[in-house]
């Protein structure tokens, strides 16, 4: 699955801080191509997770990202379930702590704590993160790879924390 969508300048013409009304419609359209996309792959077990990381991801490329471009895609290897949202940035975004009233905050953490690996790409444009393909989740593919994968966890428990970080 791959998304591209233009984010509205403020009134001002800036594109960097608050998320305009317009572009409030993207994170909801990516989460539903991701289902969609999950849905097709044989892989519904992953959507809560990928839709949640996806909102988060977006919505930072929103918040953050330099120029108009966001570009969005997930994507399978032989063992994972890459999610990339790209958006012009060339600061690199760091999880912070949010005090308990903070409204804003937590986006990387949510990644950092769901995705089994996660980072940013060397020119600090895209940030990545990516789940590992269970054992049943890829026999459903036809992956001939599945029998390297451990075995399937519960479809509530999709992810764990078994990678260091880039």
């Known amino acids: 699955m791959a998304l591209s969508f233009v984010r509205t300048p403020r009134a001002d013409g800036q594109t960097v801080g608050t998320v305009t009304e317009p572009d409030r419609v993207w994170p909801g359209l990516v989460r539903r191509s991701s289902r969609r996309e999950l849905r097709r792959w044989g892989l ?3 959507s809560e997770s990928v839709a949640l990381l996806l909102t988060e991801l977006v919505t930072n490329a929103l918040c953050h990202g330099y120029g108009t471009d966001v570009d969005v895609r997930m994507h399978l290897t032989g063992t994972r379930l890459c999610l990339e949202v790209r958006n012009g940035s060339l600061a690199r975004p760091v999880p912070r702590k ?3 009233l903070d409204e804003n905050g937590r986006g990387l953490v949510l990644v950092d704590a769901i995705a089994d690996e996660w980072g940013v790409s060397d020119d600090g444009t895209t940030t990545w993160c990516s789940f590992f393909l269970l ?3 890829a026999e459903q593919q036809g992956d001939d790879r599945a029998s390297r994968l451990p ?4 479809a509530s428990q999709p992810t ?4 260091a970080r880039a």
Not at 151 to 154: C, F, V
Not at 160 to 163: D, E, L, V
Request: glycine residues 12%; aromatic residues 6%.
């Open 135 to 137: 054992r049943g989740a």
């Open 151 to 154: 075995d399937s966890r519960p």
């Open 160 to 163: 764990g924390r078994t990678a």
């Open 98 to 100: 949010a005090d308990p």
């Open 44 to 46: 519904s077990c992953y």
